[in-house]
Nanobody
Framework: EVQLVESGGGSVQSGGSLRLSCVAS????????MGWFRQTPAMKREGVAA???????TYVNSVKGRFTISRDSAKNILYLQMDSLKPEDTARYFC?????????????????????WGRGTQVTVSS
């Protein structure tokens, strides 16, 4: 089992920045892909950014050039640096981990590639 705890959410004005963190604990000895997802009451969960065990990153088109995903494997922390935030980025952001042995072949921004989830942190961007 892997436990994930997100932090860093908050309220910010349009154009501002936030950095989300996700601390992983438990059985972190495996090989995991890591991702950030977001969801609003009106929208199903959307994959925002992901990083594979080899360090390859992928972003949804709407955040390319504005968000950066990174991981500190030694500390088991995943980050999401969010710059130039827009009101449409308002959502609850979730950290997720997927065992690569089980997820191989699945799209890195698809929920089906992840089997561990945090509880999320709220990001609100005002215009």
């Amino acid at each position: 089992e892997v436990q994930l705890v997100e932090s860093g959410g908050g309220s910010v004005q349009s154009g501002g920045s936030l950095r989300l963190s996700c601390v992983a604990s438990g059985d972190t000895s495996g090989t995991y892909r890591m991702g950030w997802f977001r969801q609003t009451p009106a929208m199903k969960r959307e994959g925002v950014a992901a990083v594979t065990p080899t360090g390859t990153t992928t972003y949804v088109n709407s955040v390319k050039g504005r968000f950066t995903i990174s991981r500190d494997s030694a500390k088991n922390i995943l980050y999401l640096q969010m710059d130039s935030l827009k009101p449409e980025d308002t959502a609850r952001y979730f950290c997720a981990a997927g065992d690569e042995r089980l997820a191989w072949g699945l799209a890195v921004l698809s929920e089906s590639g992840y089997n561990y989830w945090g509880r999320g942190t709220q990001v609100t961007v005002s215009s």
